[in-house]
């Protein structure tokens, strides 16, 4: 139950103290800490992703890039939680000073945009990486990925400046000084969150036809789309996020909810990075515990562009000759030829003249 309004004669220490005092305090360190413990994961699946790409595969492409900026606006964000604990997070509004009131939401204007970059960045890096592993250059879902880039990076750049210039001038934010306006700003929450949730929706199901028509054995099927699927943990977390903003829709008592607010948006960035890191991560897997490689194998595999015949290598019987960085070239037998080079690490095999690859998925595949 909500405390009743401190005495106006108090002044703001007094205030907290008798706050304190009936146990009603919401305690901004276990934000903290919470924060900076799902960053370290995040920042730790960031830098196995990179060592996988740059030590293991030697290239580094540009999901990777997405994701790495996705991690510098979560640092942004864990620096805003910081700023906003010592401002007055965690205590009822009618305590803060107006000093305490300015500066908070100088951090609560950063924490607005670092959020929503973190998760465009997210949803890009994923949508780029889906494009490299099944976006053959005449393939449809190729089409599809380029499509969703665009639309996701628009939803992406909206959210961004909705928070940037959610005031106007922006300093109208927190000094409320002058003539100045501002957005209606738990309907513009609440309709970011459900956007968020729809294009979450949209990038984590994207690949999943794709997955089921992949040749592999069920048990292998099953585990890649549950890899890909682990998306879903962050809309759980978006709906939860969405839930508490309905809850709280109108509150004025800011710097209360927000440490419920800023807890769960942390989390979401921050399983939003792990999720998106995890596919890139089997090279490490498989190099660290090579018995794994099966899991992640098919016995005989078909690279299907959809619609599309002649982009189809149909159980290659062919020649084999190395190229570049002790890569494979594959050449296909009958109808329009095709060229690919397949990174050195992926294992082939020959069995009567049958190159059978045994690493299908996440081949980082460039057409000549």
Same mark, same amino acid.
């Given at each position: 139950?909500?405390?009743? @309004?401190?005495?106006?004669?108090?002044?703001?220490?007094?205030?907290?103290?008798?706050?304190?005092?009936?146990?009603?305090? =919401?305690?901004?360190?276990?934000?903290?800490?919470?924060?900076?413990?799902?960053?370290?994961?995040?920042?730790?699946?960031?830098?196995?992703?990179?060592?996988?790409?740059?030590?293991?595969?030697?290239?580094?492409?540009?999901?990777?890039?997405?994701?790495?900026?996705?991690?510098?606006?979560?640092?942004?964000?864990?620096?805003?939680?910081?700023?906003?604990?010592?401002?007055?997070?965690?205590?009822?509004?009618?305590?803060?000073?107006? *000093?305490?009131?300015?500066?908070?939401?100088?951090?609560?204007?950063?924490?607005?945009?670092?959020?929503?970059?973190?998760?465009?960045?997210?949803?890009?890096?994923?949508?780029?990486?889906?494009?490299?592993?099944?976006? *053959?250059?005449?393939?449809?879902?190729?089409?599809?990925?380029?499509?969703?880039?665009?639309?996701?990076?628009?939803?992406?750049?909206?959210?961004?400046?909705?928070?940037?210039?959610?005031?106007?001038?922006?300093?109208?934010?927190?000094?409320?000084?002058?003539?100045? =306006?501002?957005?209606?700003?738990?309907?513009?929450?609440?309709?970011?969150?459900?956007?968020?949730?729809?294009?979450?929706?949209?990038?984590?199901?994207?690949?999943?036809?794709?997955?089921?028509?992949?040749?592999?054995?069920?048990?292998?099927?099953?585990?890649?789309?549950?890899?890909?699927?682990?998306?879903?943990?962050?809309?759980?977390?978006?709906?939860?996020?969405?839930?508490?903003?309905? @809850?709280?829709?109108?509150?004025?008592?800011?710097?209360?909810?927000?440490?419920?607010?800023?807890?769960?948006?942390?989390?979401?960035?921050?399983?939003?990075?792990?999720?998106?890191?995890?596919?890139?991560?089997?090279?490490?897997?498989?190099?660290?515990?090579? =018995?794994?490689?099966?899991?992640?194998?098919? @016995?005989?595999?078909?690279?299907?562009?959809?619609?599309?015949?002649?982009?189809?290598?149909?159980?290659?019987?062919?020649?084999?000759?190395?190229?570049?960085?002790?890569?494979?070239?594959?050449?296909?037998?009958?109808?329009?030829?095709?060229?690919?080079?397949?990174?050195?690490?992926?294992?082939?095999?020959?069995?009567?003249?049958?190159?059978?690859?045994?690493?299908?998925?996440?081949?980082?595949?460039?057409?000549?």
């Amino acid at each position: 139950m909500e405390s009743a @309004r401190p005495p106006p004669m108090l002044t703001s220490d007094e205030a907290r103290a008798l706050h304190i005092a009936n146990g009603d305090i =919401k305690r901004p360190g276990h934000l903290i800490a919470l924060s900076a413990t799902f960053f370290g994961i995040a920042a730790t699946c960031v830098g196995l992703r990179l060592y996988a790409r740059i030590a293991l595969r030697r290239r580094v492409n540009v999901d990777d890039g997405f994701i790495v900026l996705a991690l510098l606006f979560l640092v942004g964000s864990l620096v805003t939680y910081i700023q906003e604990e010592n401002w007055g997070m965690g205590y009822h509004a009618s305590t803060l000073t107006p *000093n305490e009131i300015i500066h908070f939401f100088h951090a609560f204007w950063a924490m607005l945009w670092c959020y929503c970059g973190c998760l465009a960045c997210v949803k890009l890096s994923l949508l780029f990486q889906y494009r490299k592993i099944f976006g *053959n250059r005449a393939s449809r879902f190729r089409i599809v990925a380029n499509v969703l880039i665009i639309v996701i990076g628009l939803s992406g750049l909206w959210t961004v400046l909705s928070g940037v210039f959610i005031c106007w001038p922006i300093s109208y934010l927190w000094t409320r000084q002058g003539d100045g =306006k501002c957005m209606q700003t738990w309907p513009l929450f609440i309709g970011n969150a459900v956007l968020n949730i729809i294009t979450d929706l949209i990038v984590f199901l994207s690949p999943i036809p794709l997955l089921s028509r992949l040749h592999l054995p069920l048990r292998q099927k099953i585990i890649l789309m549950a890899i890909f699927l682990t998306g879903f943990f962050v809309i759980i977390i978006s709906c939860i996020r969405l839930g508490i903003f309905v @809850r709280t829709n109108g509150a004025t008592d800011f710097s209360w909810e927000q440490i419920t607010l800023g807890s769960w948006s942390f989390v979401e960035c921050a399983v939003a990075i792990v999720c998106a890191s995890v596919p890139a991560l089997k090279p490490l897997v498989v190099h660290i515990f090579p =018995k794994l490689a099966s899991t992640f194998a098919s @016995r005989t595999v078909d690279f299907e562009a959809s619609g599309e015949s002649h982009n189809k290598l149909k159980k290659i019987n062919t020649d084999v000759e190395t190229g570049p960085n002790g890569s494979v070239g594959l050449f296909a037998q009958g109808g329009e030829e095709e060229h690919k080079w397949l990174d050195h690490t992926e294992r082939l095999k020959s069995v009567q003249g049958r190159v059978q690859i045994v690493t299908a998925v996440d081949t980082d595949v460039d057409k000549k």
